[in-house]
C-alpha cells in the first residue's frame, strides 16, 4: 500500500515498463536475453513471531498447514500448505511479477510482510526467504518490544564524519527558487510525497543500524520519480549485500566499524553508489528488506550479494554529497537554505546526534508515546557532553517537507526507519522548525555540531530509448538468409549501433547510424523452431539501452509437398511399357526427383524436375493383376516428402476390352494438378 503519512495524497506505484528478461544495465555486459525458461522458484516460512519485531530469528517455530497463495494479476495461480517446519515452496515458474500471500490466522496479528503480502519480479535467481511471520500478542506489546537501532560511533568515527560534512560542495540554492519563496505573503505546507511510495510498516529497521542507507534511498527514489517519472521502491538489502561484501573490509579501525549495520555517511552511502552504478527495485528476487535481526555485533549480511537479481534496474551516471548552510548562520536563513532545496524536489539527509542515553530515552518516548501531530524539540540537550561510553549516538532520517502555516507551531515533516507503531501509522515525525541550528556538544576532541543536512545531486545515465520490436518475416525456413530491421533514439541525439540477439545463443552487431536510423541484419537458422529476437542499442560512449519487445519467427524444414496420386491412361496391358505421371512442389522452388513403387517388387528413382511441373516415369508390369502404386518426393537438398495416396493399376492380358466400353483417359496426359504454394 502507498503512504501519505497521515495526509490525503494518493500515491500510485508506477514500474518502469522493462521486459520481465531484459537488463536495463549500463554497460556492455547485458546479457542475451533467454528464451522463455520455466526454471525459477519461489519458498519461505509461515512462522510464529515471538517477538513481534517482523523479522524471522533462531527459534521462532515454523506454523505447519498454513495456506500460502501464489497470484499473477491479482488472480491466483497456485496455492501450497506449509510443511511441518512452516516451510513452502513454489517451483517451475516463468518469468514474470508475483505475489504471495498468506491466509489470515484467525485472532492472531500479521507482523511479516509490513504490507500483507509480497510482490516479487522473477527473472534470472530463484526468490527466498519471502517469510510470513503472526504473534498472539496486541500490537501494545509489538510497540513494547522495538528495537531503536542508531549509529554508535567512536570519537574518532565522529571526527571522520565531520569531516566529510565539511568538505563536501555547498548544496546548490535556486535563486529562482528563493525569490518565489521570499515573496509568499504567509507560510504554508509543502511536502515530497507524490514522488516516494513506501510501506510505512516495512519501512522498519528492525536491530541493523543502517538507518543511512534507508535515509539515501529514500532520496533516490524521490530523484528517480521527479528526473525519470518512475515511482518505484528500491532495494536497501542491495547496498546491505553489497557493502563490501555484506560483511566488514580490513583495516577497520573498531570492530564492525564498515558493517552496514554499524552505521555510514552521505560520502560512504555516494561512493558505494557511485561502483554500482545502479539503483535495484525491492521487488527483484531477494532484494526484499531481510537484514532486520541483524545488528552491528553480528558482523556481516543474512542475504549473500549473489543472491540478488540485479538484472532489472535503474542505471545511474553519478551521485554527489553537497552540505545545506545551516551552521552559523541565522535561524531564518538556515530555514530559507532547507526550503529552498526541498522546493527543487530534492529530499534532504538530516543526521542528528544526541549526547547520551538519557537524550535518546527522551526521543524514544516521544516516538513511541506521542501521536504524529505532536511536535519535538531536538534542541533540549545542546550543551552537555557528548558521551560516546554512554549512549551518545546518532540517527539518519529522510526530511520530506515542512509546514509553516501556524506561525507558532512550525515543523519539518520526518520520515523514519523504525516502522510504524499504533501511534505512528505513516512512520514519521514532526521536528520543530525554531530549533537551535548551532547546537552543540562539548567533547574531548573539540565541540560537535548536534544537526547536519544534506543534499543529494544525482545524475541518471542518459542513454538510448528502448528500440522498435524487430521488423521481418515472422516464418522461414531452415538455412534461409532472413533480414531484420529496427531503430531507436538517443536523447542526445548520439550515434547508435544495433545489436540483435537470435534466439539461438548468438548475436550480430551493426555499424553506427545517426539516432533514429534504422539497422539491419541478415541471420540464417540452423535448426527448425520457433525464435525470439531482441534488439538494443548502444551509444557511442558505450551506454546501452533495454532490450526491445521481441519478434517471434517460426524456422521450419523446407520438405517437398506429398506429392498427387500417381496417374496413369488406361487401359494397361502387360509387356506393354506404360507412362505414370505425378507433381509435388517444395517450398524453397528446388528441383525434385520422385521415387515410384511400382507394386511388383520394382521401383524407379527419376532424375530432377522444376518444383510444381509435371513429372513422370515409364514401367511394364509383366503379369496381370491389381497393382499398388505410390510415390515420394526428394528435393535437391535431401529432403524427403511423404508417401502419396495409392493409385491401384489393373493389368490386362491382352487387349480384349469391348470396343464400346469408353476409355475416358486412353492417349491423353493426364492433367497437371493445381498445386498451391
Known amino acids: 500500500m502507498a503512504c501519505t503519512c497521515g495526509m490525503v495524497y494518493l500515491s500510485i506505484i508506477i514500474l518502469a515498463q522493462l521486459s520481465p528478461i531484459a537488463s536495463c544495465a549500463s554497460g556492455d555486459d547485458s546479457p542475451i536475453p533467454p528464451i522463455l525458461a520455466e526454471n525459477l522458484s519461489l519458498n519461505g516460512t509461515v512462522f510464529e513471531d515471538l517477538n513481534a519485531d517482523g523479522f524471522l530469528a533462531d ?107 565539511e568538505s563536501a560542495p555547498q548544496a546548490y540554492l535556486s535563486p529562482e527558487v528563493g525569490a518565489k519563496l521570499a515573496a509568499a505573503p504567509t507560510g504554508g505546507h509543502f511536502d515530497l510525497f507524490r514522488y516516494l511510495t513506501y510501506t510505512p510498516a516495512e519501512r522498519h529497521q528492525g536491530s541493523c543500524g543502517n538507518c543511512w542507507i534507508w535515509t539515501g534511498t ?7 520519480a521527479r528526473q525519470n517519472a518512475i515511482l518505484d521502491r528500491l532495494s536497501i538489502q542491495f547496498m546491505n549485500s553489497f557493502l563490501y561484501n555484506g560483511a566488514n573490509n580490513t583495516p577497520c579501525r573498531s570492530a564492525n566499524c564498515n558493517w552496514a549495520c554499524c552505521g555510514g555517511s552521505a560520502k560512504k ?19 526484499h528488506w531481510q537484514d532486520g535481526a541483524r545488528k552491528c ?55 542528528y546526534y544526541l549526547p547520551n542515553q538519557a537524550a535518546w530515552n527522551n526521543f524514544n518516548n516521544f516516538w513511541r508515546s506521542q501521536p504524529e501531530s505532536a511536535v519535538w524539540q531536538p534542541d533540549l540537550s545542546c550543551g552537555a557532553r557528548y558521551d560516546d561510553k554512554n549512549g551518545a549516538s546518532g540517527h539518519a532520517v529522510l526530511c520530506l517537507g ?52 544534506t543534499a543529494f545531486d544525482v545524475k541518471y545515465t542518459i542513454r538510448p530509448d528502448a528500440p522498435s520490436s524487430p521488423h521481418g518475416p515472422v516464418s522461414g525456413y531452415v538455412g ?19 545489436t540483435f540477439s537470435w534466439g539461438d545463443g548468438t548475436t550480430t552487431e551493426t555499424g553506427f547510424a545517426s539516432s533514429g536510423g534504422i539497422g539491419s541484419a541478415l541471420h540464417r537458422w540452423s535448426t527448425a523452431g520457433d525464435y525470439y529476437i531482441y534488439a538494443k542499442a548502444t551509444d557511442s560512449s558505450g551506454r546501452v539501452s533495454d532490450w526491445s519487445a521481441p519478434t517471434k519467427v517460426a524456422i521450419r ?30 517450398p524453397k522452388h528446388s528441383s525434385i526427383r520422385y521415387t515410384f513403387d511400382w507394386g511388383d517388387g520394382t521401383g524407379t528413382t527419376t532424375g530432377y524436375f522444376a518444383s510444381g511441373k509435371w513429372a513422370y516415369a515409364d514401367h511394364v508390369w509383366r503379369q496381370t493383376g491389381t497393382y499398388p502404386v505410390m510415390v515420394f518426393a526428394t528435393n535437391s537438398k535431401g529432403t524427403t516428402s511423404q508417401w502419396s495416396n495409392i493409385k491401384y493399376v489393373t493389368v490386362f492380358n491382352k487387349r480384349t476390352l469391348d470396343a464400346s466400353e469408353p476409355l475416358s483417359d486412353a492417349n491423353s496426359v493426364p492433367r497437371v494438378p493445381d498445386i498451391s504454394v
Not at 277 to 286: C, D, G, I, L, Q
Open 297 to 351: 555485533a553480528s558482523g556481516t549480511t543474512s542475504v549473500p550479494a549473489s543472491t540478488i537479481s540485479v538484472g532489472t534496474n535503474y542505471p545511474l551516471a553519478s551521485i554527489t554529497s553537497a552540505t545545506i548552510p545551516t551552521q552559523k548562520i541565522s535561524r531564518s536563513k538556515a530555514i530559507a537554505n532547507i526550503k529552498n532545496v526541498l522546493n527543487q524536489g530534492k529530499g534532504i539527509w538530516f543526521t
Open 218 to 224: 529514500g532520496i533516490l527514489e524521490i530523484d528517480n
Open 480 to 498: 534461409d538468409n532472413l533480414r531484420y530491421s529496427t531503430r531507436a533514439t538517443h536523447p542526445d541525439r548520439e550515434d547508435i549501433k544495433y
Open 269 to 287: 552511502f555516494c561512493d558505494f553508489y557511485n561502483a554500482q552504478r545502479k539503483e535495484v527495485p525491492w521487488s527483484n528476487a531477494n532484494a
Open 59 to 165: 527459534g521462532e517455530p515454523g506454523l505447519p498447514g498454513q495456506i500460502v497463495r501464489l497470484l499473477q494479476d491479482h488472480a491466483e495461480v497456485s496455492s501450497a500448505a506449509t510443511d511441518e517446519l512452516g516451510n513452502y515452496r513454489f517451483d517451475l515458474l516463468p518469468p514474470g511479477r508475483y505475489e504471495i500471500a498468506v491466509d489470515r490466522i484467525p485472532e492472531w496479528n500479521q507482523t511479516a510482510p509490513g504490507g500483507g503480502s509480497y510482490q516479487v519480479t522473477l527473472e534470472d535467481k530463484p526468490a527466498y526467504r519471502l517469510d510470513f511471520g503472526s504473534y498472539r500478542g496486541s500490537a501494545t506489546f509489538a510497540a513494547s518490544v522495538q528495537d531503536f537501532p542508531l549509529m554508535h560511533l567512536s570519537l574518532d568515527e565522529m571526527d571522520e564524519f565531520v569531516r566529510d560534512y
Open 557 to 586: 524444414n523446407a520438405i517437398p509437398s506429398k506429392p498427387s496420386t500417381p496417374s496413369v491412361t488406361q487401359p494397361v496391358f502387360r509387356n506393354v511399357n506404360k507412362r505414370v505421371y505425378t507433381s509435388s512442389f517444395d
Open 402 to 453: 515542512y509546514d509553516d502555516s501556524d506561525p507558532q507551531n512550525r515543523y519539518w515533516i520526518i520520515l523514519n526507519s523504525w516502522g510504524a507503531p499504533s501511534n505512528r501509522p505513516s512512520g514519521i515525525f514532526r521536528m520543530s522548525m525554531d530549533m537551535n541550528y548551532d547546537c552543540v556538544y562539548p567533547s574531548e576532541h573539540g565541540n560537535y555540531m548536534a544537526f547536519y543536512w
